[in-house]
């Protein structure tokens, strides 16, 4: 059990060297130094095992006999060594353990010319060893010597300094016993007991204050073995040097470097501003604070206006009663805006257009107080910097510290982060612009209510996009068809923000054009398919992105067959949910996306079930970066399985538990419960190919009215009867049909095997024909035709009465 001598071997000095002497608890002598040998000449075989006080003169015994029975003792004495000479030396005597009575004593040896040394020689290195002395007693760095028990044997001015104890209250002790014990002293401790067991080199890194200062310093610990000439270890030497400047710079790279990966990700100026107070506190600032300019936050104004106004965007550092900064600015509860005087610290930051500092208490003590909770007489330093980008401010940072100021790095570094943030605030509102533009024109393009049918009953469900994500091209339409029939839609273009909405509004125009026209699902996308690759050739030389690319479901129901036709381009497929409550998929044959041009499109025709669903939706309902599609599709199923009956309800249901805060991309349902016209409410008649079955064919058209109370219909009725099944015999081909039904509106339909489509022209003064389809397009709401598989079928409409 050994330790470091006090003052070192210099120079091969022998005499010149400190001993120690280690005493166990019975008085004898169990450890001995190479300073001991050179002091008082005995080998280390030679007083091994001799009572200490041997070695001693017979008149200081006594004294130090006291020494060995406190286990403390300093002052000087008097030694023989091996010749019996006097040897008078400065003795310290302390406890080499906690649990025993073994005792350490070292002894500082008497000065004077070694063995071959003249006067000159020693006159020189007492000079030297005088300067090694005071080099480490007020070196900068923190030098603490420790026995092999890791307690303190001697420590430098610097040490004393920052450990706020003179030495003789700190010797002999441990670091945890000299400071109050964290996990850093106890690391820096394991580390001398490492060095200890292992003879290497040590390294620790702690970060603690100075005495007066707030902000924490940086210290780099090394801990060095002490050996004597033999190669035994006899303490341990730790030296602390003060990285902070390095340190600090370090930490203001990696937050500059934190603000930019951070900061702006949100693309909303709230969360942006916050998202800068949150990095800055605590390794900056104790209180950050963002005041915003009305501009910033949409509310007009011009940086030019004096008196300046801010409001309050976002704050870190202390509770703030704020709102969520993405319920500014419109929210009540937002704070108002304060008017700035331009004299005062953001104020001269606002005008002067630059980061601006000065050390509290000032008359930023006011502007501190009021907002950052600040005393009046608080001690610290106050930074303010603008938040401009592309030649306009929009608004001002504060930060504020206690106890330490804020010097010229700090304002560098709070102009940087303010300049990283206000590029990420503008970019964030022009964002939100756009992303309220697009969001206005989508919610105008999409329909509000299912329109009046009795084919189905609808309702719709919609959440668009987070604002990170923008909003999409998703949309959904219930279109009303001839003979009682409707169109489920459900698309999703590519892309978001005010481009696809525009796109969306588009297609869905086009499917509704298409619509009219009566095309099967499968020949509609095809001709949706050919717009899309000519909308992609038009916008090709001027838009930066010119691909237009979107997924699309279409299926046709008719209520009187209850036969659903259905075809889709690249969508998801509709889900099927039966009156048990069970629900699987709709096996579509999956065609190509919109866009892509020369390739085919199938349809599956399907008889629906009285009393099932038929769910149409996007991806965007269950696809996201936290599920895969599968995942999604059996929650929405499970939410079916307990769906309410109301189909609103159904919906709402289903897009709270599918997206309860949003999702990354927009999300459409369109649910869908199919009816079935009754059979008293459908007639119909087979028309043999003879011109004379007109009379009774309209006869038989009449009766049928009168028996559903129509009989003020019958004389319109009548006349389009006849003009309908005159021109199917003229230029039709048997077989001919004739349907009447009864829904919303009267519809009368003329089916017969011809190919050729109709023509309303205008007869001229002494032609014979051609005023027949005239009549019928006056006689009924609307009329038209629409081809079938072996042929066409000539409509018309008669609006009825909602009583009737």
């Known amino acids: 059990m050994h330790a470091a001598e006090s003052g070192g071997t210099h120079g091969g000095a022998a005499a010149h060297q400190g001993a120690v002497i280690s005493v166990d608890p019975d008085g004898r002598v169990d450890g001995w130094s190479a300073g001991a040998e050179s002091i008082l000449g005995y080998r280390r075989d030679e007083v091994i095992g001799r009572p200490a006080l041997d070695l001693v003169d017979t008149d200081a015994r006594r004294a130090l006999a006291s020494g060995l029975t406190d286990r403390r003792w300093a002052d000087r004495a008097v030694f023989r060594d091996k010749a019996g000479r006097p040897v008078e030396a400065d003795v310290l005597i302390r406890p080499a353990s906690a649990d025993g009575r073994s005792t350490v004593w070292f002894v500082s040896g008497p000065r004077g010319p070694a063995a071959g040394e003249d006067s000159r020689d020693a006159g020189d290195r007492t000079e030297a060893d005088g300067m090694v002395e005071r080099a480490w007693s007020q070196s900068s760095a923190a030098i603490v010597v420790w026995s ?28 945890t ?48 073995p002490l050996r004597d000439e033999d190669g035994t270890l006899v303490g341990l030497c730790s030296m602390a040097r003060d990285n902070s400047a390095e340190f600090w710079a370090r930490r203001r790279l990696v937050l500059l470097n934190d603000a930019r990966r951070s900061i702006g990700l949100s693309l909303d100026v709230g969360r942006t501003a916050q998202e800068l107070t949150d990095l800055a506190v605590p390794d900056l600032a104790d209180v950050a604070m963002v005041h915003l300019l009305p501009q910033a936050l949409g509310s007009g104004g011009t940086a030019s206006r004096d008196p300046v106004e801010v409001r309050l965007a976002a704050a870190s550092g202390r509770e703030w009663p704020l709102p969520r900064p993405d319920r500014l600015p419109d929210d009540p509860g937002t704070p108002p805006w304060h008017v700035v005087d331009r004299r005062s610290l953001p104020g001269r930051a606002l005008s002067e257009r630059r980061a601006v500092r000065v050390d509290l208490p000032h008359e930023a003590a006011i502007w501190a107080e009021r907002e950052g909770g600040f005393d009046r007489d608080a001690r610290g330093g106050a930074v303010c910097a603008p938040l401009t980008a592309r030649g306009s401010t929009l608004g001002v940072v504060t930060f504020l510290r206690r106890g330490a100021a804020f010097d010229s790095d700090d304002l560098l570094l709070a102009d940087e982060l303010a300049a990283t943030t206000a590029i990420s605030i503008d970019n964030a509102r022009t964002y939100q612009r756009e992303h309220s533009t697009a969001l206005t024109l989508q919610q105008s393009l999409l329909p509000r209510e299912p329109p009046a049918q009795n084919a189905v009953d609808a309702a719709y469900g919609y959440r668009p996009a987070d604002l990170a994500a923008g909003v999409g091209g998703d949309w959904f339409d219930v279109i009303p068809l001839s003979g009682a029939r409707v169109a489920l839609v459900m698309g999703d273009v590519v892309g978001h923000g005010v481009r696809a909405a525009a796109t969306m509004g588009r297609l869905r125009s086009v499917v509704r054009t298409l619509a009219d026209v009566d095309l099967p699902p499968e020949e509609l996308l095809t001709g949706l398919d050919d717009i899309v690759n000519r909308l992609d050739r038009e916008t090709q030389a001027n838009a930066p992105d010119p691909e237009v690319g979107a997924s699309v479901l279409y299926a046709v129901y008719d209520p009187v067959s209850r036969r659903c036709r259905m075809a889709r381009a690249a969508h998801v497929e509709p889900l099927l949910v039966l009156p048990d409550g069970t629900s699987h998929l709709v096996e579509l044959p999956d065609g190509p996306p919109l866009g892509l041009g020369g390739l085919p499109f199938e349809s599956v025709e399907l008889t629906l079930p009285e009393g099932c669903l038929l769910v149409l939706f996007t991806d965007g309902l269950v696809k996201s970066r936290r599920q895969d599609l599968d995942e999604g599709i059996a929650r929405l199923q499970a939410s079916l399985a307990t769906a309410s009956s109301s189909i609103t309800a159904v919906c709402e249901d289903i897009m709270d538990a599918l997206l309860p805060e949003g999702g990354s991309d927009d999300a459409a349902l369109l649910v869908a419960r199919p009816r079935a016209l009754a059979a008293a409410d459908v007639a119909h008649w087979d028309v043999p190919a003879d011109p004379a079955a007109v009379a009774a064919v309209r006869e038989e058209a009449s009766a049928q009215l009168a028996a559903w109370g129509l009989e003020d219909r019958a004389f319109a009725t009548e006349v389009i009867v006849s003009e309908l099944v005159t021109n199917a015999l003229r230029h039709g081909r048997a077989p001919i049909r004739l349907r009447l039904i009864r829904d919303r509106s009267l519809i009368c339909e003329v089916t017969d095997g011809s190919n050729a489509a109709p023509h309303l022209r205008r ?5 014979e024909g051609g005023r027949g389809l005239f009549l019928v397009a006056q006689l009924s709401s609307r009329w038209g035709s629409r081809p079938t598989e072996c042929g066409k079928t000539i409509w018309a409409e008669q609006q009825l009465d909602q009583a009737g």
């Open 763 to 767: 007869a001229r003064t002494y032609d």
């Open 177 to 224: 016993e000299i400071l109050t014990p964290d996990s850093q002293h106890y690391a820096v401790e394991e580390a001398l007991r490492r060095a200890r067991d292992t003879g290497t080199t040590q390294y620790v890194v702690t970060h603690e204050q100075v005495p007066g200062e707030k902000r924490p310093h940086e210290w780099a610990i090394h801990i060095d």
């Open 148 to 175: 092999p028990g890791l307690r303190l044997l001697w420590a430098n001015e610097r040490t004393v300094r920052l450990f706020g104890a003179d030495v003789d209250r700190m010797r002999g002790r441990l670091l």
